[in-house]
């Protein structure tokens, strides 16, 4: 309990240390600790106030607990802590590992090889892998961890096995990790479904810095337009950079085995540009090692990535950005940006202001920069009401084209249009024409007995590889979700066919849709679904995984346009991905696809101006390509999925818009606010740092003059650092390491070692880990320590930062009768001279409204600018609001003292989590409800609510240690 309070690694601590002059530890943090020990071993006696001054160590503290301790309530000994950390027998692993594997893929155990390629040979994909680790890690808890990073390099069964009876394997913290706490905040966003419209917005200068690749160290450019290419690399050359054309046929790392940068400008084709970037990144990835590395595309679609309202000339350039936003995410030591150049601007101005970007704009976040003669322009994703439903232009002779139509959240979508109207319907897809299911398979439903009976009825003379056999199963699968589909049409009432054709063949789509127009009737709809994936990592992904990616969603498009040229469509929605709009780990293709289809939608709503024409950039679906794998795994990092229903009932609603409104929108989970801008992708730490080690972030001495606001916040007579401020530069710690990102909450903030300041001035060191993505959000270890240089030094606080693309939502707070005023409280003078110890601007409650046993709610303002409080405030606004919540803690101190006799100082609190990027300006109502409250310690929850009473942000599992010792520091009266 000492080393988790005070930051001390456990090994450091002796019993015989005096805990005030060798550990440092003052009267609050003592009885915190023995709070904390109270609550752990309950039936231990109580070492009252009076009695901590007078244990001097720690030894002297057991002793006590231990001559006290009653015979009959020592506890018993726990089972858990007599048995071995591991021990578990090879045999028992293998053994586990193949039944869970088995479970988990439905391939019968004997199937199953040690030597098995787990990719190659039983095509188990990267999600189903971290489910088999993470059920065998439930089944084992003692066996050391697979990391996920190390999950790719574990190529057999037999190598995971290895590697968990290994001794050199770190051992798990399953069993380590029982340690009694809230549990986690959920960083899941409330709302299942939500719409953002992306709009261009013109910005200011934002970064700094130069690019500077090592000495002898060349960017490469791609550019097959000569003027183009000559501005380009004139404006690189007079920047003083080396600088190297390349044409197609170069061999990168023989040529240009240095490669710093290479800068890819469009036109070039998608698959060209995909080469490229596979090409190169093991050479950009090398030179960042050595100072900095580059890699940028350059499309020329309207200087705003298409948004911005005109037509396109070649939307398929849309796809460079999906790329490099992929890019961004998978290389997070390389400068990634996309950038999109108004194709009017000459080339020499354009080609300077390309520049401009690598040597002055280097620093700048934002993955997605559009360039024009007005300005740097970023994507901001702005959310918009979900549009109402209105009727649709479709009758019961239309006709309803559905790519991909029969399986998968294609088919529930058309399923639920068709409730609506009642058209015809055809459906596309590669599948074979469906036939009846035979008697062995009909009343099946489990994965595993459904491959059983595979390998008996199909499979009868020769053992299948299990690839063959999961092939045949997913072919039996489709055949069945085609079937139900066609009969729910069915039991509509509405006239379905199915179309067996791979979209990618133009031929065969205008030779189906013939077909069609005289089979169903005239065209007036189409929905293009069809997609595939195959993610892998933009090195590991083979050419034709690409093409096949990019040309079932491009391709297939295009053959569809084409054959459709002379339809007079109404409608075309195009299935896209919020991939496309963020990239995603593993999805260059898919991204790229996406974009190209995005722009594609911009494109054909000119084209077609009476058609209403979206393409709609999904989250993730509950169905679908979401397998009950990922859904699992999307569930355990929080992310939601979007209800079959909830995106049904969208795709309608955007039907129903009108045609020239958002052609290109995103719908799903997470929510982000109006004015949350996107920065386009993900932004990354020019040098990356890996998760648990702590960098410094800031440096910085502090004194009373330099920092006014101290002189409001003294205790014992000197001026202290409010936990407040404090949790303000753990935040400033992750945000400066990691720039672009939105702060979203700080979970686990515990204040270790106060930071109190003598004549003297202090140096305080903000540290940031690395960062981890967890879902949907990103979390950095920071810490503040001390200025000492050697070592660690001490550290007075740390937490874990909560970082996102984008705000969530706030979720709704119930008034439960919080704003009900308590008649007779004291004032707010009397509370400010008698109870608090808080100097002029530090007075920040304006009104106490309630104050009951069970919490309290009062009026806040916020903070001044940060200039008024520091001299040299590390921003120009705050990322929290500091007298907000220095406020809040004030509120304990209140309640503690009106409800408990005591006052109250904080000790930590489990999560915070903040829905907008700055407090207003007119103040805030901060409720606080009451959690626990023992006669050392209240345990509360905060919340802090606009005029409206909107959220804000809230504070869960406040802890403050009370102790009548505080009277003293603060100065005030024993109540
Ligand atoms: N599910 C999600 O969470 C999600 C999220 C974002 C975007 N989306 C998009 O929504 C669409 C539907 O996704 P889903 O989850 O329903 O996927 P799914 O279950 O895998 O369905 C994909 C459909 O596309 C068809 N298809 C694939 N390649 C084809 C080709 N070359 N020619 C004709 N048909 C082809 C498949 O039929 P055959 O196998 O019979 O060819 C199948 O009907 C996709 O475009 C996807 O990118 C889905």
Redesign the pocket.
């Known amino acids: 309990i000492v080393s988790r309070l005070t930051g001390y690694p456990e090994e450091m601590l002796g019993l015989e240390m005096d805990i005030e002059a060798d550990l440092g530890i003052d009267s609050i943090k003592r009885v915190e600790i023995l709070s904390a020990l109270e609550e752990h071993l309950p039936h231990l006696p109580k070492v009252t106030p009076d009695m901590v001054g007078t244990l001097k160590t720690l030894g002297q503290i057991c002793d006590y607990l231990c001559a006290h301790v009653a015979p009959a309530s020592a506890p018993p000994p726990s089972p858990v802590a007599a048995m071995p950390a591991t021990g578990v027998a090879p045999s028992e692993i293998t053994q586990a590992l193949v039944g869970i594997v088995s479970r988990l893929t439905g391939y019968p155990e004997e199937m199953l090889g040690l030597e098995m390629d787990i990719e190659g040979d039983l095509g188990i994909d990267s999600i189903k892998r971290v489910e088999i680790l993470s059920a065998l890690e439930e089944h084992l808890p003692h066996l050391p961890k697979v990391t996920p990073d190390m999950v790719g390099t574990l190529k057999t069964l037999g190598q995971i096995c290895d590697y968990l009876c290994s001794s050199h394997a770190p051992q798990s913290e399953a069993n380590l990790s029982a340690a009694p706490g809230l549990p986690a905040m959920n960083t899941s966003f409330d709302h299942p479904i939500a719409r953002y419209e992306v709009l261009p917005r013109l910005f200011a200068q934002s970064g700094k810095g130069r690019f500077n690749p090592a000495r002898g160290y060349p960017i490469g450019v791609i550019c097959q337009d000569a003027i183009w290419a000559k501005a380009i690399v004139t404006a690189l050359t007079d920047a003083s950079y080396d600088v190297k054309l390349l044409n197609e046929t170069a061999e990168l790392s023989s040529t240009v085995p240095n490669l710093a940068g290479l800068v890819m400008c469009a036109p070039m084709a998608p698959a060209e540009a995909f080469e490229w970037a596979q090409r190169s990144a093991p050479l950009l990835l090398e030179s960042a090692g050595h100072g900095h590395a580059l890699f940028y595309t350059v499309s020329r679609l309207d200087g705003a990535f298409g948004l911005n309202g005109g037509p396109l000339e070649n939307p398929q350039q849309g796809a460079l950005a999906g790329l490099t936003k992929t890019a961004a995410i998978e290389w997070p030591s390389v400068h990634c940006r996309a950038v999109d150049v108004d194709p009017q601007w000459p080339a020499a101005s354009a080609a300077q202001a390309l520049v401009t970007e690598i040597t002055q704009h280097y620093d700048d976040p934002c993955v997605e920069v559009g360039l024009g003669s007005e300005g740097r322009t970023s994507l901001q994703m702005a959310i918009t009401e979900l549009p109402a439903t209105t009727s649709l232009e479709l009758s019961s002779t239309d006709v309803i084209v559905a790519?991909?139509?029969?399986?998968?959240?294609?088919a529930a979508a058309v399923l639920a249009l068709t409730e609506t109207v009642r058209c015809s319907v055809a459906l596309?897809?590669?599948?074979p024409q469906p036939q009846d299911e035979p008697a062995w398979l009909a009343p099946l439903c489990d994965e595993a007995q459904i491959k059983q009976a595979i390998l008996q009825h199909v499979f009868k003379e020769r053992a299948p590889s299990p690839k063959a056999l999961e092939k045949a199963y997913r072919q039996w699968m489709?055949n069945r979700e085609i079937l139900r589909t066609l009969d729910a049409f069915a039991q509509q009432g509405v006239r379905a066919r199915y179309y067996p054709?791979?979209?990618?063949n133009a031929q065969a789509v205008a030779a189906t849709l013939a077909i069609v127009r005289e089979e169903l009737g005239p065209v007036k709809a189409l929905i293009h679904?069809?997609?595939?994936l195959e993610d892998r990592l933009i090195i590991d992904k083979q050419i034709d995984q690409f093409q096949t990616v990019y040309n079932?969603?491009v391709q297939?498009l295009l053959s569809l346009i084409e054959a459709m040229r002379e339809d007079d469509l109404r409608y075309m929605v195009l299935?896209?991905?919020?991939s496309a709009r963020m990239g995603n780990k593993g999805q260059a293709d898919?991204a790229m696809a996406?974009e190209a289809l995005n722009k594609l939608a911009t494109q054909e709503s000119f084209q077609r101006p009476g058609c209403k024409v979206v393409s709609i950039n999904?989250?993730?679906?509950d169905?679908?390509?979401?397998t009950p794998s990922l859904k699992r795994a999307f569930e355990n990092s929080g992310v939601q999925l979007i209800p079959i229903p909830s995106g049904a009932a969208a795709m309608i609603a955007e039907m129903g818009q009108p045609p020239s409104k958002s052609v290109e929108v995103v719908i799903g989970a997470p929510l982000p606010l109006a004015n949350t801008v996107n920065t386009g992708g993900t932004p990354k730490a020019h040098e990356p740092v890996a998760a648990d080690v702590m960098v410094q972030a800031v440096r910085r001495e502090i004194d009373a003059g330099r920092c006014p606001v101290l002189q409001s916040h003294c205790l014992d007579g000197r001026p202290v650092v409010p936990l407040a401020l404090i949790t303000e530069w753990l935040a400033h710690s992750a945000l400066h390491a990691n720039p672009g990102l939105v702060l979203h909450g700080i979970d686990g903030l515990r204040l270790l070692k106060g930071i109190a300041l003598d004549q003297n001035k202090k140096v305080i060191r903000l540290m940031a880990g690395g960062i981890k993505r967890n879902g949907q959000v990103y979390e950095v270890d920071v810490e503040v320590r001390d200025g000492s240089q050697n070592g660690a030094g001490t550290v007075h606080s740390k937490a874990k930062a909560i970082l996102a693309d984008y705000l969530p939502a706030a979720p709704h707070f119930d008034e439960n009768g919080h704003f009900k005023p308590t008649p007779g409280l004291p004032s707010l003078k009397d509370i400010y001279s008698r109870i608090l110890f808080h100097g002029d601007a530090l007075k920040g409650i304006e009104k106490i409204v309630r104050l009951s046993k069970s919490g309290m709610t009062a009026q806040i303002r916020c903070a001044p600018a940060p200039e008024s409080w520091l001299h040299d405030p590390m921003r120009s606004r705050w990322i929290a609001d500091p007298l907000v919540l220095d406020c809040a803690f004030q509120m304990a101190i209140i309640w503690c003292h009106e409800q408990q006799g005591l006052v109250s100082l904080p000790s930590y609190a489990h999560s915070y989590r903040q829905y907008r990027d700055r407090f207003p300006a007119d103040g805030v109502t901060a409720v606080l409800e009451v959690v626990k409250a023992t006669d050392r310690k209240m345990v509360a929850d905060f919340t802090f609510l606009d005029q409206k009473k909107a959220v804000i942000a809230c504070m869960t599992g406040y802890e403050a240690v009370m102790d009548p010792g505080l009277f003293k520091a603060f100065g005030v009266k024993a109540a």
């Not at 299935?575 to 919020?578: A, K, L, R």
């Not at 999904?618 to 679906?621: A, L």
């Not at 169905?623 to 979401?626: L, N, T, Y």
């Open positions: 790519a991909g139509g029969a399986r998968g959240v294609t596309l897809g590669r599948s489709s054709l791979d979209i990618r679904g069809a997609g595939v079932t969603k297939g299935f896209s991905s919020i898919y996406n999904w989250g993730p679906w169905g679908g390509m979401v």
